[in-house]
């Protein structure tokens, strides 16, 4: 686990054999936002309809907090979930209670979210939803956060990406390069969850999914680098990513119904993932509509339960810890972050819940590796990778237009420290799996990628920075991997 308690990973691997494989900104969009509302569980309500009934079977259940979105003057009310069928949620749920003994499912179908125009007072409406007795939380929603980031030598500027060199400078993904699967060849598959890729660049091969939902203009250099940082292919032109022969997929949080949906977004990735794959999440969120201060995405309920689903089935999710403030340079420290009073992200806390996510902060790019200012920092932060100098595709932090052969050498932030430590992920399960026939558990990759005996120390230390270990290939691959 995080403290850097030791770990016998041949056992974890021989344990693992008999398990089937199979199984910083505000944006300018317009200033409206969405009210997520968690209906008690003593409500029995019809699992999905139509959009156009929502409205229709909640007038009909009389309920009272609906009137009083509708004194608020809500445009719509509907179900949060929408892109998966109430069955398919259901079968994803059971399967998860067969694989995680210890996952406790929250009601999907108990979510619904409200679409509030520009001009409504949503201190006042959850004050007024808080008093409803069939409601058991209500938060806002604000409109999203920009994401958070502020044959080597035949890739000409491959030699300018020094976070694949040796430790301590980076993760020796070279290394990892000599070992069947460590260049994330095999059935691994990954999907990066975010708002925009270019989905033409000239060193990416990304592939699409039904239902990815809308590729947002604006944000595709984003995109773009992350993808760079863990697949640009072995070839001529540009870099080369961490695992260039890795499966990558997208997902947008943009939804085909043009909402901006976090936890839905994260549904549709769950139906497409199986045990072992990864899940990115590069984005962060602001923990109320006036405030400047970004988080995990996590913090939000329904998001934290989409999460948790996800790592029961066993699927490794890799959460952005969040760039701290969007008005300044200074991070957050999650030990006090609080939601209704309670430290849910502090592990010392007895509030605390776990999603069971590999959460990422963000160092310099100098050795020592200190903790990058605006990076988030806490004792629930797993591990960190570089937060700035990050060279990859795209032209981030500016605009490609047109051109798909573009790169850059200044993409930053937890964003491309996520990025990074995805692509040890994928490298680290898929040499398992190349070499084993099996794959690793969330709980067990994350007890490896924070592990001190496998990672670089911080320049402060871990009870001081507060960001972990910066994982180390090499070791990791030293201790188990190759035998």
């Not at 056992?11 to 199984?23: D, G, S, T």
């Not at 040499?431 to 005996?453: F, V």
Request: net charge positive; charged share 25%; glycine share 8%.
């Amino acid at each position: 686990m995080a403290g850097g308690r030791a770990f016998d990973l041949r056992k974890l691997i021989n344990q693992n054999m008999k398990r089937k494989v199979n199984e910083d900104r505000f944006t300018d969009s317009d200033s409206s936002h969405r009210v997520v509302i968690k209906l008690k569980k003593s409500l029995h309500l019809p699992c999905f309809q139509p959009h156009n009934k929502t409205d229709v079977i909640l007038r009909n259940h009389g309920f009272s907090w609906y009137r009083t979105l509708e004194q608020f003057h809500s445009a719509t009310i509907n179900k949060l979930f929408t892109s998966l069928k109430s069955e398919a949620i259901q079968k994803l749920v059971t399967k998860a209670r067969k694989v995680d003994p210890t996952y406790k499912p929250a009601n999907f179908f108990s979510y619904y979210v409200a679409n509030c125009p520009a001009g409504v007072n949503t201190d006042k409406l959850l004050k007024t939803l808080s008093k409803e007795k069939n409601i058991e939380l209500a938060y806002v929603e604000k409109a999203p956060a920009v994401a958070p980031s502020v044959a080597i030598n035949k890739n000409p500027i491959a030699k300018s990406q020094k976070y694949l060199d040796p430790a301590p400078t980076g993760i020796d993904a070279k290394y990892a390069w000599a070992y069947r699967g460590g260049d994330g060849e095999g059935r691994i598959k990954f999907i990066d969850i975010e708002q925009g890729w270019m989905l033409d660049h000239e060193d990416l091969s990304i592939k699409v999914l039904p239902f990815t939902g809308t590729n947002h203009e604006k944000f595709k250099d984003h995109g773009t680098a992350v993808m760079g940082a863990i697949m640009m292919r072995d070839n001529r032109t540009g870099g080369i990513g961490i695992t260039p022969k890795a499966n990558g997929h997208i997902i947008s949080q943009w939804r085909p119904d043009g909402s901006f949906n976090n936890a839905d977004a994260i549904m549709s990735a769950i139906s497409y993932l199986e045990f072992g794959d990864i899940l990115l999440l590069e984005a962060q969120c602001f923990d109320s509509p006036v405030s400047c201060k970004l988080w995990p995405l996590a913090i939000q309920d329904a998001v934290f339960e989409a999460i948790r689903l996800a790592t029961a089935l066993g699927i490794i999710v890799i959460e952005a810890a969040g760039n701290g403030n969007s008005k300044g340079k200074q991070g957050n420290n999650l030990d006090n972050f609080r939601l209704l009073k309670k430290k849910i992200l502090n592990r010392n806390s007895p509030d605390f819940k776990d999603s069971g996510a590999i959460i990422v902060g963000a160092s310099s790019s100098n050795v020592p590796h200190q903790k990058i200012d605006y990076s988030n920092c806490g004792n629930r932060i797993d591990c960190y990778a570089w937060g700035e100098d990050v060279v990859t595709a795209g032209y981030f932090p500016w605009s490609s237009g047109y051109a798909t052969n573009t790169y850059t050498d200044k993409f930053n932030g937890t964003s491309s420290a996520t990025a990074i430590v995805a692509g040890i992920a994928i490298a680290v399960q898929s040499i398992i799996e190349a070499n084993h026939c099996t794959r690793l558990s969330p709980k067990q990759m994350r007890d490896i990628l924070s592990s001190d005996l496998c990672g670089t120390r911080s320049a402060n230390g871990r009870l001081k920075d507060k960001i972990g270990v910066m994982p180390d290939l090499k070791k990791i691959i030293d201790k188990g991997l190759q035998y």
